[in-house]
């Protein structure tokens, strides 16, 4: 391991097929940038994708998957869907289940879908004893009422590319959640997300890409990728004021107990 290798990234989409057609340049690229642990995040589109996330996972000793339904994809999360994703977290790769959650931006699925598909996968989230990764854009109180109704899985959840404000980060804190920035927070636009940074304690904070989406300032058009991670942690040391090799080391911490992986 490259003694520098200090930073993290806890939510990428590597089976993505813009990120696929490049994957061993860009795990390359990811390792040199100083990148230990990548998790991997399937759930777009169809079940191959889940697959697909497991078998890099399996290929890579520093990459790990999770599995699951985007919110946009919650019409087609029926029970068939459900036992497909129980039998790939068999898989020791597997360490949370996501991105689940509630999209009402986009709403590429109706309301009730997206509700429905939420708590199945909190259920199995429980019943596989792993944490939960949420999606939720413009769907703050609602997301909360029901975490709060189906139960937090006991292995915890991760709010993934957080972009609420302040107090939106506290109640999803006072639930329990981890809260983890992607690159908005470099975005000139984000100034009340980057309020919501400091609020975070640093035991629950965490970082990600959301590559291929969501490239970081000064890179924002192009096709995002987990070396691009390091303009993030750059940022969120600068508003929490604290040494920017001290808070990476705590956010590998917080992903390793989270996630409960083993530090390559
Ligand atoms: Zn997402
Ligand atoms: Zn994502």
């Avoid at 191959?48 to 998957?65: K, Q």
């Avoid at 360490?95 to 689940?100: F, L, R």
């Avoid at 944490?131 to 854009?137: L, N, Y």
């Amino acid at each position: 391991m490259n003694p520098q290798s200090n930073l993290v990234d806890t939510h990428c989409h590597l089976a993505d097929p813009k990120l696929r057609v490049d994957l061993e340049a860009i795990l390359d690229r990811a390792r040199t940038a100083g990148l230990r642990m990548m998790v991997a995040v399937g759930a777009i589109g169809s079940i191959e994708c889940d697959r697909e996330t497991v078998a890099i996972a399996e290929r890579n000793a520093d990459v790990y998957a999770a599995v699951g339904v985007h919110p946009h994809d919650a019409k087609d999360c029926d029970d068939e869907r459900i036992a497909q994703l129980r039998d790939l977290a068999q898989s020791s790769r597997v360490v949370a289940i996501g991105e689940s959650g509630l999209d009402f931006h986009y709403m590429h699925s109706p309301i009730e879908a997206q509700e429905t598909a939420l708590r199945r996968q909190l259920e199995l989230a429980h019943e596989v004893n792993r944490p939960i990764v949420i999606h939720c854009r413009d769907a703050e109180a609602r997301l909360a009422a029901i975490v709060r109704e189906v139960g937090m899985p006991p292995r915890g959840g991760v709010i993934h590319c957080f972009t609420g404000d302040a107090a939106a980060a506290r109640e999803f804190l006072a639930i329990g959640f981890y809260i983890s920035f992607s690159g908005i927070v470099t975005f000139k636009s984000a100034a009340t997300l980057r309020e919501a940074v400091p609020v975070v304690p640093a035991e629950r904070l965490l970082a990600e890409t959301d590559a291929p989406y969501l490239a970081p300032e000064p890179y924002r058009g192009k096709v995002n990728e987990p070396a691009f991670i390091a303009r993030t942690f750059d940022v969120l040391a600068r508003l929490r004021n604290c040494d920017r090799d001290a808070l990476a080391a705590r956010i590998v911490a917080n992903a390793a107990r989270i996630f409960n992986l083993a530090p390559a």
